[in-house]
């Protein structure tokens, strides 16, 4: 698939920073029942996928209400740092909440800020998480996106994403919903992307991929590698 045809045959994303921001807030404190709810196990799937190990730095972009980001938080232990970025602060306050009551919060720094410009130093993280996330971005910033990645992750490192994917074509669902998805864009905000292809394309080389559903909703799962 040429670059063209993938920047043509992907919804747009139409809403700017701010209003996702500002959307996001409101949801903050009642996500968990609307779509968080949905995306847990594909969510799940991914991080287990990841394979965190005690004494490792990892960072969730897009961390939301705080889930994946608890069970990372586990998984690196006490000689291990888990970070999270995301662009609400009231998705901040709801997760740091959660990290709270689980005392967990010691091992964790949570930012709110944009992926497109990652707060940290170049090599700095054993692996990093995306679930529902990437695919909130415009199309030309994917590549941004994960170019920002590879320059905070470590030589070694490895990135785990989940996404509602296009991997199995135009499929009746894929097509209403990106319907949805254009008539009402500031309510319907993520849409389905070529995951496995982006990845590529940003020199990563995949180790494990998969696809799983939501609600006949494809949703790619993979693990990469930092090239």
């Known amino acids: 698939m040429s670059e063209t045809e993938e920047y043509t045959n992907i919804s747009r994303v ?5 209003e996702a921001r500002k959307y996001y807030n409101k949801l ?18 991914g991080l287990d996928y990841l394979e965190i190990k005690s004494g490792e730095v990892v960072l969730e972009i897009g961390f939301g209400t705080g889930h994946a980001l608890q069970k990372i938080a586990s998984a690196v232990g006490i000689n291990g ?3 999270g970025i995301d662009i609400s602060e009231g998705m901040v306050q709801v997760a740091s909440q959660r990290l ?3 005392g967990l919060i010691d091992r964790v720094e949570l930012f709110q800020g944009d992926a497109l410009t ?5 090599e700095t993280f054993n692996a990093v998480f995306m ?3 990437l695919e909130l971005f415009d199309t030309p910033e994917i590549p941004i996106v994960l170019n920002e990645i590879r320059r905070v992750l470590q030589k070694t490192g490895r990135i785990g994403v989940v996404s509602l994917s296009k991997a199995k074509g135009n499929s009746a669902v894929i097509r209403f919903y990106e ?7 500031r309510y319907i905000d993520c849409r ?3 995951l496995e292809h982006s990845l590529e394309e940003s020199d990563y080389t995949i180790k494990r991929r998969e696809i799983d559903n939501i609600f006949l909703l494809p949703v790619e799962i993979v693990v990469a590698a930092k090239s």
């Open 14 to 18: 139409s809403r700017d920073r701010d």
């Open 28 to 45: 903050s404190s009642v996500y968990d029942w609307l779509g968080g709810i949905f995306e847990r196990r594909p969510s799940e799937k």
């Open 81 to 83: 740092k888990a970070y």
């Open 100 to 102: 709270e009551k689980s």
């Open 118 to 122: 990652l707060p940290f130093v170049d």
């Open 131 to 133: 679930s529902f996330t």
């Open 179 to 185: 319907w949805i998805h254009r008539k009402w864009p």
């Open 192 to 194: 389905p992307i070529y």
